[in-house]
């Protein structure tokens, strides 16, 4: 088993990895708007900034693990105000569009904060690439 880990002071101090791999199988942790150096919450108030950024370290985390982007096959998504589910949704067509994955948007989360107003998840199956070479006889 494979992890991706970062710098976000929850992971240490609760135990957990921000994504695993087993397999061809990649599970990214529940990830919020999180600077790594700081601590501190990003994109305060703008639920979709937060999303736009959790979608940025999502693809990173499944690329740090040897998938990409087109991987992503699922993403359940926690929205703390229903106001915000238009923007979040939004967030996840500009990042995800191209790749369609199976969505799950829930209204009415509470977080460890109360400045994040989302949280997303992620699944990715890493599909075996080759390098298909010929040769002319």
């Known amino acids: 088993m494979q992890r991706y880990i970062t710098n976000n002071s929850y992971e240490k101090r609760f135990g957990y990895s921000r994504a695993v791999r087993k397999g061809p199988f990649v599970f990214v942790s529940g990830t919020t708007s999180i600077d790594p150096a700081s601590g501190e919450v990003r994109h305060v108030g703008s639920a979709y900034d937060q999303a736009c950024a959790i979608f940025e370290e999502i693809v990173r985390a499944v690329t740090a693990l040897g998938g990409q982007k ?6 359940r998504m926690f929205v703390a105000e ?23 948007m829930i209204v009415g989360a509470r977080f460890v904060s109360s400045e994040m107003l989302v949280e997303i998840e992620a699944d990715a199956v890493v599909t075996v690439r080759t390098n298909v070479v010929s040769s002319a006889r």
């Open 82 to 104: 229903d106001r915000d589910t238009g923007k979040v949704g939004e967030a996840l067509k500009e990042a995800l569009g191209g790749v369609g994955p199976a969505a799950t």
């Open 70 to 75: 087109s991987d992503i096959v699922r993403v």
